[in-house]
């Protein structure tokens, strides 16, 4: 292979999800480099995202199944594959770069680790992120935060989301730690992210996060939004997990916010208005809302920039004057997310321009 094996592995990233976009500095070989040895890119650039059992893999690499179980399932151990472990049988599969090798570092992630993805984010990630990021995950409001009239549907419920799935993990938010270690934590709590069904098990498998069951689940969702927590589930009506972000550490919400309006960047299916003559000026929204959509003007009333809300609902929650309500987005903008993660993938593919 004439290509340096690195840069192979990163272009074939680069097709998968939000992409892995090359760098002038070369920061994410740095990051490639770390993560797998030579021997790992070239089993991982012999996969797809189709899960696939040891034997079809050793049968088309032409190598002993033994050998390549075990290779397959050391990757895997080390957050470099996905691993389907279902009755006697596994199956193993390429993971993109978010969500997958960065998620999936959450036990390994140290210092160096942490430098390099943060590197890598201002270098040019954020950019990839915004491409898509309406399609890998959307923003529902706090369950508190809807008016009782207004019928909310089962994919924009997060409590919903959370009893309809059989099988929950909660791990530590990969954002907030990796802020953490490099001096920036934010404070927020941190064991925030669920993942549901099969990718709950790859994570109770692989020791990165802990079971819980749905009353433990919705408890973990009201702290979080009461911290002042995003949630954002992937976009589909059936997410492989729900990720609750603040607008200090999360890839996503960050990457959004440096533009003059993150809303048309997100998949939200609300927003919120403002009662101007029952505020009381307390300013308690400024401060809580994770995108600065909202200000005072100059009589200190709170004033609701609609580029910039994402219909998170997190002001309305704390407002003492009851002045902020949240509403849903007319037919003509309302949206319905794909219905399966398989779908999403597929979404986010054709919106970059990739057809498999």
Same mark, same amino acid.
Not at 128 to 142: E, K, N, Q
Not at 245 to 265: H, N, Q, S, W
Not at 276 to 296: F, K, L
């Given at each position: 292979?004439?290509?340096?094996?690195?840069?192979?592995?990163?272009? !074939?990233?680069?097709?998968?999800?939000?992409?892995?976009?090359?760098?002038?500095? %070369?920061?994410?070989?740095?990051?490639?480099?770390?993560?797998?040895?030579?021997?790992?890119?070239?089993?991982?650039?012999?996969?797809?995202?189709?899960?696939?059992?040891?034997?079809?893999?050793?049968?088309?690499?032409?190598?002993?199944?033994?050998?390549?179980?075990?290779?397959?399932?050391?990757?895997?151990?080390?957050?470099?594959? +996905?691993? *389907?472990?279902?009755?006697?049988?596994?199956?193993?599969?390429?993971?993109?770069?978010? /969500?997958?090798?960065?998620?999936?570092?959450?036990?390994?992630?140290?210092?160096?680790?942490?430098?390099?993805?943060?590197?890598?984010? /201002?270098?040019? +990630?954020?950019?990839?992120?915004?491409?898509?990021?309406? &399609?890998?995950? !959307?923003?529902?409001?706090?369950?508190?935060?809807?008016?009782?009239?207004?019928? #909310?549907?089962?994919?924009?419920?997060? @409590?919903?989301?959370?009893?309809?799935?059989?099988? &929950?993990?909660?791990?530590? @938010?990969?954002?907030?730690?990796?802020? %953490?270690?490099?001096?920036?934590?934010?404070?927020?709590?941190?064991?925030?992210?669920? =993942? +549901?069904?099969?990718?709950?098990?790859?994570? *109770?498998?692989?020791?990165?996060?802990?079971? #819980?069951?749905?009353?433990?689940?919705?408890?973990?969702?009201?702290?979080?939004?009461?911290?002042?927590?995003?949630?954002?589930?992937?976009?589909?009506?059936?997410?492989?997990? =729900?990720?609750?972000?603040?607008?200090?550490?999360?890839?996503?919400?960050?990457?959004?916010?440096?533009?003059?309006?993150?809303?048309?960047? &997100?998949?939200?299916? /609300?927003?919120?208005?403002?009662?101007?003559?029952?505020?009381?000026?307390?300013?308690?929204?400024?401060?809580?809302?994770?995108?600065?959509? #909202?200000?005072?003007?100059?009589?200190?009333?709170?004033?609701?920039? *609609?580029?910039? @809300?994402?219909?998170?609902? *997190?002001?309305?929650?704390?407002?003492?004057?009851?002045?902020?309500?949240?509403?849903?987005?007319?037919?003509? @903008?309302?949206?319905?997310?794909?219905?399966?993660?398989?779908?999403?993938?597929?979404?986010?593919? /054709?919106?970059?321009?990739?057809?498999?």
């Amino acid at each position: 292979m004439n290509e340096d094996i690195f840069r192979t592995l990163q272009k !074939r990233l680069d097709t998968y999800s939000l992409g892995f976009p090359q760098t002038q500095s %070369g920061v994410e070989i740095e990051i490639l480099r770390k993560l797998f040895t030579k021997e790992d890119a070239e089993l991982f650039l012999a996969l797809t995202p189709l899960l696939e059992p040891p034997q079809a893999i050793a049968g088309r690499l032409g190598m002993p199944v033994a050998d390549i179980s075990a290779r397959l399932e050391d990757m895997a151990n080390r957050g470099l594959l +996905f691993r *389907l472990k279902k009755y006697d049988s596994v199956k193993y599969g390429a993971v993109p770069f978010m /969500h997958g090798l960065l998620e999936f570092q959450i036990k390994r992630l140290d210092k160096e680790m942490a430098e390099l993805f943060e590197r890598y984010y /201002h270098e040019g +990630f954020y950019k990839a992120i915004v491409g898509s990021s309406d &399609i890998f995950l !959307r923003t529902i409001p706090v369950n508190q935060s809807i008016d009782v009239r207004t019928q #909310v549907a089962p994919f924009d419920d997060a @409590c919903e989301i959370l009893r309809n799935t059989t099988l &929950i993990a909660v791990a530590q @938010c990969i954002c907030r730690k990796e802020k %953490g270690m490099i001096g920036n934590a934010c404070g927020r709590p941190v064991e925030v992210c669920f =993942m +549901f069904g099969s990718m709950a098990q790859y994570y *109770l498998d692989n020791k990165m996060g802990r079971k #819980v069951d749905t009353d433990e689940a919705i408890s973990i969702l009201k702290d979080a939004q009461d911290a002042g927590l995003v949630t954002q589930p992937a976009t589909s009506q059936n997410p492989s997990g =729900m990720c609750n972000c603040c607008g200090d550490c999360c890839g996503i919400l960050t990457a959004v916010k440096k533009f003059p309006e993150p809303a048309k960047y &997100i998949f939200s299916n /609300h927003y919120a208005v403002v009662d101007a003559d029952a505020c009381s000026s307390c300013g308690i929204c400024t401060d809580r809302c994770p995108m600065g959509a #909202v200000q005072m003007d100059d009589d200190e009333i709170a004033c609701m920039d *609609l580029d910039r @809300c994402i219909g998170c609902g *997190l002001c309305v929650t704390t407002c003492p004057a009851q002045a902020i309500s949240l509403f849903r987005k007319s037919d003509k @903008c309302y949206r319905t997310p794909p219905v399966t993660s398989a779908e999403q993938m597929m979404l986010m593919a /054709h919106k970059r321009g990739i057809e498999f």
